[in-house]
């Protein structure tokens, strides 16, 4: 019953921007811990920025300052502006939900399929 379906993934241009979006359907999002996640080719996934039940948001220390989560409640939907890209934001962008704060890859009850961020330089 429950899908997460990410998307807003593409090609862009160093120092450019793009949104990503989480559309959740079958559990509310703000009843979890939403994360994003990122696995580049040979490297591990890592966590990018999460969102808590009450809204607290955490950032990986790279993305500080140039990436902003954000949640929807109307149209449950998770966000993930992404402003200021580098080439190494290139990677598989997931979205997942976890029941315990902060989200871990490992811990994470539901998954998306993934979207595909490409940055040139």
């Known amino acids: 019953q429950v899908q997460l379906v990410e998307s807003g993934g593409g090609l862009a241009q160093a120092g450019g921007s793009l949104r990503l979006s989480c559309a959740a359907s079958?559990?509310?999002?703000?009843?979890?811990?939403t994360g994003w996640f990122r696995q580049a080719p040979g490297k591990e996934r890592e966590l990018v920025a999460a969102?808590?039940?009450?809204?607290?948001?955490y950032y990986t220390d790279s993305m500080k300052g140039r990436f902003t989560i954000s949640r929807d409640n109307a149209k449950n939907t998770v966000y993930l502006q992404m402003n200021g890209l580098k080439a190494e934001d290139s990677a598989i962008y997931y979205c997942?939900?976890?029941?315990?704060?902060?989200?871990?890859?490992?811990?994470?009850?539901?998954w998306g399929q993934g979207t595909q961020v490409t940055v040139s330089s």
């Open positions: 997942a939900l976890d029941r315990r704060w902060p989200p871990n890859h490992l811990r994470a009850n539901y």
């Open positions: 079958g559990r509310t999002l703000s009843s979890y811990a």
């Open positions: 969102i808590s039940v009450g809204g607290t948001t």
